[in-house]
Structures are given as structure tokens and as C-alpha cells.
């Protein structure tokens, strides 16, 4: 268990409808990680927040928006959703932002499927 | 964020030494070299992590050459249960997965 708590585990949509996925980092970690990975393909990485502030950003699309709240959970929302949205749904922590040893500990995704 | 290059893929039989080795020829000065595990529709899971010549833990060793340039991850005596995608990443910015290696351990 690496501390990253993610929810829901499941969840199946329909097209044009609109999600929320939600992560508890582990206690102590100020960054958020969001990853998406498709059947088969790699973990694309698609935004950061540091304690509360968007740190960086990946190949996040329009119709996706995230937030990191005061308690520093993050939320991060899915709209107009698509059949290629349908992925598995990363969430991770890290204590720092930026320092480059620092280690990163991912929750066990939220599968997302767009009908 | 320093571009990484390692196999697509490997195979290799239980109870061998596997080596896998990455290539990240503008590793900066700072840059950690750290290495991921990934079971199939699991989240990614820290293995092990260096900044320079060896380090070992109970899962698996990480060597590095003095000019950084590269690293090799070393599973001992690989069981089936070691079949898995292994990411290395050096760097941090955006934290970028590339494709991994898909290690296959074969009975």
C-alpha cells in the first residue's frame, strides 16, 4: 500500500458526460501527480500540483482540469468525455515539487470507461 | 528533462541475473536516476534509486558509471513474479514516463 488513496476504483460513463476523480496523497506529500495510461500504452504524465499551485503541466487536454484544495487532496475533472478517454487514471505523491531525488508513490488508478 | 533510452522489451529465464540497462546522455548534474516497477493495471512502484556508482537494496542493485551517461538495474535471481514494465527516469521536471521495458521471465 503506498498511501495514495484514489477513488472511485471503477467508473463507466457515458459520452458528453462529465467525472471526478479524487486523490488523498500519502500524509506529509505537497505535490499531486495526474498520469493517464491507455490499454497498452505508456504513463502519459498530465499535470502537477504543488500545495495547492499548478507546478507543471503535461499533455493535459482542454476538457481536462484538475485543482489540489487546502487539505491538499486533488480532484481532477473530465468532461465532454470521449471513447478515447476511457483509460486508467493515476494518481501519485511526492513530498517535494522539483528536487530530483525526490520519490514519487503512485495510487492504484481509477479505470474509467466512456460508453 | 533528460531523455531516457532503454529495450522495448527482454526475456529471461527464472532464477537468472537480469540487467537492464538505461541510456540518459544529458543527465544534468543534479539529476537522481530512479527506476520503476509496473505490474499490469497497477500503479507504478519505486524500486530503486541512485545518483552515483552503486547502491543496493533488498530488491534489486543500480549501477552507474562515473560519467553518469548511463545505469543499469540488476535483478537477482528474477522469478516469474518479476514480469513487469521497469521505467528508468532520471531528472524531474513533468516526471515523463517513457515506454519502459517489458521484462518477461519465463518458467
Known amino acids: 500500500d503506498s498511501g495514495v488513496t484514489q477513488t472511485p476504483k471503477h467508473l463507466i460513463t457515458a459520452t458528453g458526460q462529465r467525472v471526478t476523480l479524487r486523490c488523498s496523497p500519502r500524509s506529509g506529500d505537497l505535490s499531486v501527480y495526474w498520469y493517464q495510461q491507455s490499454l497498452d500504452q505508456g504513463l502519459q504524465f498530465l499535470i502537477q500540483?504543488?500545495?495547492?499551485?499548478?507546478?507543471a503541466k503535461g499533455n493535459i487536454l482542454e476538457r481536462f482540469s484538475a485543482q489540489q484544495f487546502p487539505d491538499l487532496h486533488s480532484e481532477l475533472n473530465l468532461s465532454s468525455l470521449e471513447l478515447g478517454d476511457s483509460a486508467l487514471y493515476f494518481c501519485?505523491?511526492?513530498?517535494?515539487?522539483?528536487?530530483?531525488?525526490?520519490?514519487?508513490?503512485f495510487g492504484e488508478g481509477s479505470w474509467l470507461t466512456v460508453v | 528533462l533528460a531523455k531516457t533510452t532503454q529495450p522495448i522489451s527482454m526475456d529471461s529465464y527464472e532464477g537468472q541475473e537480469v540487467n537492464i540497462t538505461c541510456s540518459h546522455n544529458n543527465i544534468a548534474t543534479n539529476d537522481y536516476i530512479t527506476w520503476y516497477q509496473q505490474f499490469p493495471s497497477q500503479g507504478p512502484r519505486f524500486i530503486i534509486q541512485?545518483?552515483?556508482t552503486k547502491v543496493t537494496n533488498e530488491v534489486a542493485s543500480l549501477f552507474i558509471p562515473a560519467d553518469r551517461k548511463s545505469s543499469t538495474l540488476s535483478l537477482p535471481r528474477v522469478s516469474l513474479s518479476d514480469t513487469a514494465v521497469y521505467y528508468c527516469?532520471?531528472?524531474?521536471?513533468?516526471?515523463?514516463f517513457g515506454t519502459g521495458t517489458k521484462l518477461q521471465v519465463i518458467p
Open positions: 501519485a505523491s511526492s513530498v517535494a515539487g522539483g528536487d530530483s531525488g525526490n520519490t514519487i508513490y
Open positions: 500540483y504543488y500545495n495547492g499551485e499548478e507546478r
Open positions: 527516469l532520471v531528472g524531474y521536471q513533468k516526471v515523463t
Open positions: 541512485g545518483y552515483k
